[in-house]
T-cell receptor, first 111, second 114 residues
Framework: DAGVIQSPRHEVTEMGQEVTLRCKPI?????LFWYRQTMMRGLELLIY????????DSGMPEDRFSAKMPNASFSTLKIQPSEPRDSAVYFC?????????FGPGTRLLVL | DQQVKQNSPSLSVQEGRISILNCDYT??????FLWYKKYPAEGPTFLIS?????DKNEDGRFTVFLNKSAKHLSLHIVPSQPGDSAVYFC?????????????FGQGTILTVHP
C-alpha cells in the first residue's frame, strides 16, 4: 500500500484566499484524522471521521475551517478565508484500530 | 489541560548508549499507549505500542515500559544510533466514545552523537 497520501505537499497563499487540503487514507482503514502542527501548540487534532462520518470536530479552531469525507478514499480540509495564523503543517492520518498512520503533511504558508 | 506530557523538550545521547524518553499522563481512562518518531519534513511514523494490561513491550532495540500506578511510560532505545535522531511523541487512547482518538504529548527531540 502507498500509505496515506496528502496533496499538495506545500501551499503558499495570500490572506483571504481559500485553501483546500486533500487526503487519501490507507485502503480499508475506517478512521481518518486531520491534525495541525505548530511550534507553539504541537500536534493538535482538528477533526476525525469514522466510516466517513465526522465523530469529533471540537478541535476545529473556527468556522473558517471545514472538513468533509465524501467517500472512504477521500477527505478534504478547507480553510476559507485563510489567515496568516493558519500557517502550519497539516497532517492527515488513518487507522483501523488504535495505531494511526500519518501522511507526509501539507506545509501551508499564508502571507 | 494537557493530559499527556513530555517534560523533556530535548535529549542528547552518545552513540551506543541508552536513550530514555519519558512521558506522563493524567487521564486514568487511557488504556493504550504509543510512541511515534518524526523526522523533519515527514509525518510521524509508528514505533511501538503497549496495552495497559502489560508493563513492558519490546521490539528490537526499542522497549516501552508502563507504570500505571505512576501514570508514567518510557521508551528505551538500546543501543542508540545516529539515525535515531528525531522528535519522539508519546500518545495515549481510551475506548468508549473516544475510541480511535489519540492524545499526543509535545514531543522530545532526541539527538544521538556519533
Amino acid at each position: 500500500d502507498a500509505g496515506v497520501i496528502q496533496s499538495p505537499r506545500h501551499e503558499v497563499t495570500e490572506m483571504g484566499q481559500e485553501v483546500t487540503l486533500r487526503c487519501k487514507p490507507i485502503s480499508g482503514h475506517d478512521y481518518l484524522f486531520w491534525y495541525r502542527q505548530t511550534m507553539m501548540r504541537g500536534l493538535e487534532l482538528l477533526i476525525y471521521f469514522n466510516n466517513n462520518v465526522p465523530i469529533d470536530d471540537s478541535g476545529m479552531p473556527e468556522d473558517r475551517f471545514s472538513a468533509k469525507m465524501p467517500n472512504a478514499s477521500f477527505s478534504t480540509l478547507k480553510i476559507q478565508p485563510s489567515e496568516p495564523r493558519d500557517s502550519a503543517v497539516y497532517f492527515c492520518a488513518s487507522s483501523l484500530q488504535e495505531t494511526q498512520y500519518f501522511g507526509p503533511g501539507t506545509r501551508l504558508l499564508v502571507l | 489541560d494537557q493530559q499527556v506530557k513530555q517534560n523533556s523538550p530535548s535529549l542528547s545521547v552518545q552513540e551506543g548508549r541508552i536513550s530514555i524518553l519519558n512521558c506522563d499522563y493524567t487521564n486514568s481512562m487511557f488504556d493504550y499507549f504509543l510512541w511515534y518518531k518524526k523526522y523533519p519534513a515527514e509525518g510521524p511514523t509508528f514505533l511501538i505500542s503497549i496495552s495497559s494490561i502489560k508493563d513492558k513491550n519490546e521490539d528490537g532495540r526499542f522497549t516501552v515500559f508502563l507504570n500505571k500506578s505512576a501514570k508514567h511510560l518510557s521508551l528505551h532505545i538500546v543501543p542508540s544510533q545516529p539515525g535515531d535522531s528525531a522528535v519522539y511523541f508519546c500518545a495515549a487512547s481510551h475506548g468508549g466514545t473516544s475510541y480511535g482518538k489519540l492524545t499526543f504529548g509535545q514531543g522530545t527531540i532526541l539527538t544521538v552523537h556519533p
